[in-house]
């Protein structure tokens, strides 16, 4: 186990650099640069030349890579080129909320989600099955920006239950779960599409093994069936996926952070994004590969708390 | 079909065609298992019908802008309403849907086969050389997909190309990823192992036996990212990357009619409509699929 | 579980709206967070907006306008000029308080505040200041500022805008770097909290040296999306908004009930620039064809009639100096064509744009291609990125530009940036020139430094009417800037203009029931 670990975070270092490397190449290669969103557009080229000086964007592209290096390796992650504030600091401040928010449309996404999967696999080809099925494909379909304006229209206007801009940081427990209920729906319904049609399809091929018919073969009630063989392995699929479509989660969780207004990762990665806030992007970057290599890790190690007949080696 | 090989090169040819007519002969007997997936590819082929008749049917020129008659709702002589600039909705959604499902068909053909040949390779080569192709895809994985896209298209511009060769980039590792497993599966089946016995090739094993086994399973997966990449199209266009103006696409129009959707909601929603038309043929004809795929083609990983 | 449910539900909706007591005016902006908050670096339209409500100048414009005809004192009481107009003196107020626990402003925090303007380390707007030789303090409460040639208006650089917002000497030196996120000025409201991609909270300041404002705090929101933004001003979690720009935006907000609209000015004006070193723009005759092809007033129908104002002149309307009396091109599609004929393309011609994917704008060029292709004119957008647009536009790369801007209000500031050779792009001293326009250069070099009114006038006159003979761009109209309120707010001026493009709120600023 130890050995398994101290393997995997070797790899996961490895490749950490390597997206590391990749991202600063690639962001420095952009068109664009963050000259304009300082300066603004009536400073002449010199001025502009002027503060690419002062900036150090016009030392050789290696220079300024192993600075950048030095700087992940000690800890300074520099300060935004668009409002001087420390890099590492504000993407600390927005963190919680992304995450908040993560998880508990994770959460939401797998309640929903995996019963109906599952339960739509057992009366499969029956009316609950096609049922699931079409609003699974309602969830899939719908871009999340649109979504979640129908859902402020309808919770936010009409019925005034929720505020329309969630902010985030509220004090108590209860403003915090009130301003994350919206966003969190929006972003838990498109997970529990995904995991409903995953479940379904884990769900399936379970039915179709041979100890499940030996299972019935012998008389056991069907839901001991179901209950004891089949969703221990229906599970491992599902995580699979659910690590899998964490990145199309987060990707969407920009979407629904810019329609309900709340602070997160992804709006600050678009917006320093747009105005080629280098550092910033940087910073980003490494903390997203971090997240990433980690729910990587987590999911491995997820499978042997499933089925313990899985070895690390 | 779109099963194809990375790259045909001359001695290999006699087993690229026998995988081919293997694969399809796999695909055409999935089919014929369960009979949604048939309605699921006619309702696919019929969006692909209109899209290609567009310049005969559409009522309206797309591009032509009446801005005295703008943000109108459905009519007769408008049955969905026209847009912004005055332009008939119903013709913008035909139109686009021939660049909309050019650039998902685009993006997940190239994801397909680029990506099950890494997962097939990855899977069949095994150690070290498999971890390293995996930890690569990983990589591309550590972005979320809407991201990657937005600075891929930054960095090459957007074009319907560009915007296929993101959205495809971000859809490799998960092909990758679903061929490698069936392949590993696979690997160790009699038929496989009695093939080596006899003294056959690699290439032969792989193209020859593995890839007619998988290639279902493959074609499931296509069938329900080529949804997903239609809907990044989407995404893409509301952070302000899509394909140039006056072209429609239905991504561009769902941004468009989103900056409206106080006003005039209907132009969000009959964009979402035609994609939810298309996901539900897709997704039909992927269940169906999958249903009849046998399952025990898939192992213990 | 029903009963659960509504248990559940109660609990959140006990827990009450978040933050409001009466005297909070909380306002919706349309950026994602804020940028830099030192008032000699801030451009963004965003940043600009906030500081307007906490710093103050040697002169204002009065609150409520946007025209430097309406120049009045603010921290100097009165001013006198030398005959030659290069010798300034300003006596200040001596009751004018830094906030939070700095001390009294005096000359030296004015001199200290404008050779920080001026240099170029410290200032984004360091260019504005070159014709200034020497700015002392010659009194405690005296300042002396001697210009190497005289300027249009050097008032209108010591206004609360750019460079002209004072800052205080004690502050910036203490604070240093944080003086960006944490500015400290002399105007009713003050610097309270930060909390990123959400609000700034401004605090009332009890010792403005007007009185103390009426209301107790602004809190400054960040709402990016359009629709976020106007539905929670009608859910009223915000009592003020920037607007999207459009007819349908105040058609709409003009039905919510209790709900006050202002279009301010000065407007950004749309241009389309053409670009006279790339065939077949260098042909005047296809410029013409396309200044004829345009029907500007279909644009103004388009963006609505309420919110803009037509352009036919390369400087908007209410700047001074601005004519309306240049040539003019009506709107003929048959004219268009036969100049194009005449030019050698009787079957059209395909002409290429580099443009933002920025949606408001984006729409305005996408309307002039519908317009364009009536007259065989093929208008090739190639929409990328806005980063990427202003570095491309700014290497000389496209053909037709199309540009929204809003500048300072004086005649010289547009025609300079975009019209005089020194300003074309891609060179040293570029700026926005994007059509490498140089018919108008003497001019404008000989009206900025012109003394006498009238004659300035006319030399502004003659640079637009050059500019328009030679079809250097194409002027389509202005967008003024839209801001909606609730009611119950009563700013205590009306407000017309805004050259920080946000309403006056100030000490007179209150709510009323």
Not at chain 2, 66 to 94: C, M, V
Not at chain 3, 100 to 112: K, P, R, T
Not at chain 3, 200 to 227: C, H, K, M, T, V
Request: glycine share 8%.
């Amino acid at each position: 186990m130890t050995a398994f670990l101290l393997k995997r975070l070797g790899f996961a270092f490895i490749t950490f650099l390597a997206v590391l490397t990749i991202v600063f190449f690639i962001i420095r290669i952009l068109p664009g640069d963050p000259a304009y969103a300082i300066l603004g557009d009536q400073a002449n080229e010199q001025a502009l030349q002027a503060l690419r000086a002062r900036l150090g964007l016009d030392q050789p592209l290696f220079v300024q890579y192993l600075e950048f290096l030095r700087g992940v390796a000690v800890g300074d992650w520099g300060v935004s080129l668009v409002s001087g504030r420390p890099v590492l600091q504000d993407i600390l401040e927005v963190m919680p909320a992304t995450l908040e928010l993560t998880f508990v449309s994770l959460f939401l996404g797998a309640v929903i989600g995996i019963p109906v999967g599952v339960w739509s696999a057992v009366r499969r080809n029956k009316l609950t099955d096609y049922i699931a099925r079409s609003a699974s494909l309602l969830g899939l379909s719908l871009p999340a920006f649109v979504t979640a304006v129908l859902l402020l229209l309808v919770f936010s206007i009409q019925l005034r239950w929720f505020p329309v801009i969630s902010s985030g940081q509220g004090a108590t427990f209860g403003e915090r779960l009130r301003d994350l209920a919206l966003p969190a729906i929006n972003l838990g319904l498109i997970m529990a599409a995904y995991i409903t049609r995953v479940s379904r399809s884990a769900m399936l091929e379970v039915l179709n093994q041979d100890y499940v018919r030996t299972a019935k073969a012998k008389g056991l009630s069907f839901a001991i069936i179901i209950r004891r063989h089949c969703l221990r392995n229906t599970m491992i699929p599902v995580v699979t996926v659910v690590g899998l479509y964490l990145g199309i989660l987060i990707g969407n969780s920009v979407l629904t952070e810019i329609v309900f207004n709340r602070p997160g990762l992804g709006k600050l990665i678009i917006g320093s994004l747009y105005q080629r806030d280098y550092p910033m992007l940087q910073g980003m970057m490494v903390i997203y590969t971090m997240i990433v290599v980690l729910v990587n890790l987590i999911t491995d190690l997820t499978y042997g708390f499933i089925d313990p007949r899985i070895k690390y080696s | 079909m779109s099963v194809d090989a990375p790259a045909r090169k001359p001695g290999y040819g006699a087993y690229f065609r026998a995988s081919i007519a293997a694969s399809l002969i796999a695909v055409i007997k999935a089919f014929n298992a369960n009979k949604t997936s048939w309605v699921g590819l006619g309702l696919f082929l019929a969006m692909v019908l209109l899209a290609v008749l567009a310049p005969v049917i559409a009522p309206y020129d797309p591009l032509e802008q009446n801005i005295l008659d703008r943000l109108q709702p459905p009519s007769a002589e408008h049955w969905l309403g026209t847009d912004f600039f005055g332009r008939d909705t119903l013709s913008r959604i035909l139109w686009g849907a021939r660049i909309s499902l050019t650039i998902g068909l685009a993006s997940i053909g190239i994801a397909m086969v680029v990506g099950s040949a890494i997962g097939l390779f990855s899977g069949y080569v095994g150690g070290r050389v498999d971890i390293v192709i995996m930890q690569t895809m990983d990589v591309l994985l550590a972005f979320p997909a809407l991201i990657l896209g937005l600075i891929i298209v930054a960095m090459l511009g957007p074009s319907i190309a560009n915007l296929a060769i993101a959205i495809a980039l971000t859809a490799i590792p998960p092909f990758a990823r679903i061929a490698r497993a069936p392949t590993i599966a696979v690997k160790n089946r009699e038929f496989v192992e009695a093939g080596r016995a006899l003294g056959y090739s690699d290439k032969r094993l792989m193209f020859g036996h593995i890839l007619p086994n998988i290639a279902p399973e493959i074609l499931v997966m296509g069938s329900l990212w080529l949804a997903t990449a239609i809907r990044v199209e989407a995404s893409l266009a509301f952070i302000g990357l899509g394909v140039s103006p006056p072209t429609p696409t239905w991504g561009g129009m769902i941004r468009e009619g989103f900056e409206n959707i106080l006003d005039s909601f209907w132009l969000a929603l009959f964009p979402s409509i035609a994609i939810l038309i298309v996901v539900l043929g897709l997704n039909l004809l992927g269940d169906g699929l999958r249903d009849a795929v046998d399952p025990r083609l898939k192992g213990e990983e | 579980m029903k009963k659960a449910l509504g248990f559940f539900l109660g609990g959140l909706l006990a827990t009450g709206s978040i933050g409001a007591y009466a005297q909070t005016l909380t306002v919706g902006m349309n950026t994602g967070d804020a940028g830099i908050l030192d008032p000699h670096f801030a451009t963004s339209t965003s940043d600009k907006g906030l500081l307007h409500w906490m710093f103050n100048g040697l002169v204002r414009i009065a609150p409520g306008e946007a025209n430097p005809a309406f120049i009045e004192p603010d921290i100097a009481t009165d001013w006198t000029t030398s005959d030659d107009g290069l010798t300034w003196v300003f006596s200040l107020r001596d009751d004018v308080q830094c906030h939070g626990d700095y001390s009294n402003l005096d000359a030296e925090d004015v001199v200290f505040s404008l050779r920080r303007a001026a240099n170029p380390d410290t200032s984004a707007f360091a260019g504005d200041y070159s014709a200034i030789d020497s700015i002392e303090a010659t009194g405690d409460y005296e300042v002396t500022i001697q210009l190497s040639h005289s300027i249009p208006s050097l008032l209108g650089l010591l206004v609360p805008y750019h460079g002209g917002n004072i800052v205080c000497q004690d502050a910036v030196e203490d604070l240093g770097d944080a003086f960006a996120q944490q500015p400290v000025g002399t105007g009713p409201f003050m610097f309270a909290e930060y909390t990123p991609q959400q609000f700034i909270r401004l605090e009332a300041n009890p010792d403005y040296f007007r009185g103390a404002p009426q209301i107790d705090e602004i809190l400054y929101r960040f709402i990016p999306s359009n629709s976020t933004r106007d539905l929670a001003f009608q859910s009223g979690e915000i009592d003020m908004l920037i607007g999207s720009g459009d007819q349908t935006w105040v058609e709409r907000i003009s039905g919510l009930p209790n709900t006050q609209l202002a279009v301010m000015r000065p407007g950004e004006m749309s241009v389309i620039h053409l670009n006279q070193t790339m065939p077949p723009l260098d042909d005047i005759r296809v410029r013409q064809a396309i200044a004829h092809a345009i029907d500007r007033d279909e644009l103004v129908q388009f963006r609505g009639v309420d919110v803009t104002l037509p352009a036919v002149s390369p400087v908007p309307e209410g700047h001074l100096g601005h004519t309306a009396n240049v040539p003019t091109y009506e709107h003929s599609v048959e004219r268009a064509r036969e100049l194009l004929a005449e030019a050698g393309y009787p079957d059209g011609v395909e002409i290429g744009s580099i443009h933002t994917t920025s949606s408001g704008m984006l729409a305005i060029l996408e309307a002039v291609q519908a317009q364009l292709r009536e007259a065989g004119i093929d208008l090739v957008i190639d929409a990328v990125e806005h980063s990427t647009f202003h570095e491309q536009i700014r290497q000389d790369l496209s053909q037709l530009t199309h540009y929204l801007a809003a500048r300072f209000p004086v005649a010289d500031v547009y025609l300079t940036q975009f019209f005089h050779s020194d300003s074309i792009v891609a060179t040293p001293t570029g700026v926005t020139n994007f059509s490498h326009c140089d018919v108008a250069d003497d001019a404008i070099t000989q009206a900025r430094s012109e003394t006498d009114p009238e004659r300035q006038q006319e030399l502004w006159a003659t640079a637009q009417s050059q500019i328009m003979e030679e079809v250097c761009a194409v002027p389509l109209f202005q967008i003024m800037q839209l801001w909606a309120w609730n009611d119950s707010l009563d700013l205590g001026v009306e407000a017309r203009g805004s050259l920080n493009l946000s309403p006056p709120i100030t000490e007179l600023t209150r709510f009323v029931d």
